[in-house]
């Protein structure tokens, strides 16, 4: 991901040294703060919360050809949606347009944008949460592959993120396939109030796998394979 100035930039080692304000906590809430709400909060039996990252002025990754994770994360957020409304499910997008949420004139834009996206959660009180994401490594463009986060404190969490990567890995022919992982500082599982990951899709520093994240037909098999774990996640829920 991109360097980007938030209000307190905090160093997260993701394959390495890389600054992600996109996905990382803005302000000082312990991890005690932000336990497993998934028992007590009630979400709508039919709500889905899919949440494009970055947007606006925040392109996110932007890979060597020149692919917009901003853009690319849109494009896969859409496809996911229009699968899981076929499946019954109402989704809502924290984001519809290229636009981040954030006013024109707001002094910390990237704050502002995070903060709506996660009120959008709590309003809409959906059953679960999913953040959609490219990936980077710049320190070697042989890394790829789709991952999948969750919060480190959240047992649904975990659950969701397990069945989310496993149908990756399987449904994608993964070659070497990862796990799921925890983290307590990525802001959108921090503060969310839903069970909530993120799927990083691919990795944009990757160039193979940054043409097939382009490609109609790959995006289209990411997203039924997210729309898989979803469905699977929620069979055993």
């Given at each position: 991901m991109l360097l980007i100035l938030f209000a307190a930039a905090i160093f997260l080692p993701i394959?390495?040294?890389?600054?992600?304000?996109?996905?990382?906590?803005?302000n000082g809430t312990s991890e005690s703060e932000r336990?497993?709400?998934?028992?007590?909060?009630?979400?709508?039996?039919?709500?889905?919360?899919?949440?494009?990252?970055?947007?606006?002025?925040?392109s996110g990754m932007v890979g060597a050809s020149g692919a917009s994770e901003k853009v690319l994360n849109l494009v896969f957020s859409k496809k996911l949606a229009?699968?899981?409304?076929?499946?019954?499910?109402e989704v809502v997008l924290t984001r519809t347009t290229e636009d981040g949420l954030y006013d024109a004139d707001a002094s910390n834009k990237k704050a502002q944008d995070m903060e709506r996206r996660v009120a959008i959660i709590a309003e809409e009180n959906p059953i679960l949460t999913v953040s959609i994401h490219q990936n980077s490594y710049p320190e070697d463009s042989s890394v790829r592959?789709?991952?999948?986060?969750?919060?480190?404190?959240?047992?649904?969490?975990?659950?969701?993120?397990?069945?989310?990567?496993?149908?990756?890995?399987?449904?994608?022919s993964i070659a070497r396939p990862r796990t799921q992982k925890g983290n307590t500082t990525y802001y959108i599982l921090k503060r969310s109030v839903s069970t909530t990951v993120i799927v990083e899709c691919g990795f944009l520093t990757n160039p193979e796998e940054e043409a097939l994240l382009q490609e109609e037909t790959s995006q289209e098999q990411v997203a039924q394979a997210i729309c898989d774990g979803i469905l699977e996640y929620l069979k055993k829920r």
């Open positions: 394959y390495g040294a890389r600054w992600e304000a996109e996905k990382t906590a803005g336990s497993d709400t998934d028992a007590v909060i009630s979400g709508s039996a039919q709500k889905i919360v899919i949440d494009p990252g970055h947007g606006g002025f925040d229009s699968l899981l409304e076929s499946e019954g499910y592959g789709p991952q999948v986060f969750y919060f480190e404190q959240s047992v649904e969490g975990e659950k969701l993120a397990a069945a989310i990567q496993e149908s990756l890995n399987t449904e994608l």
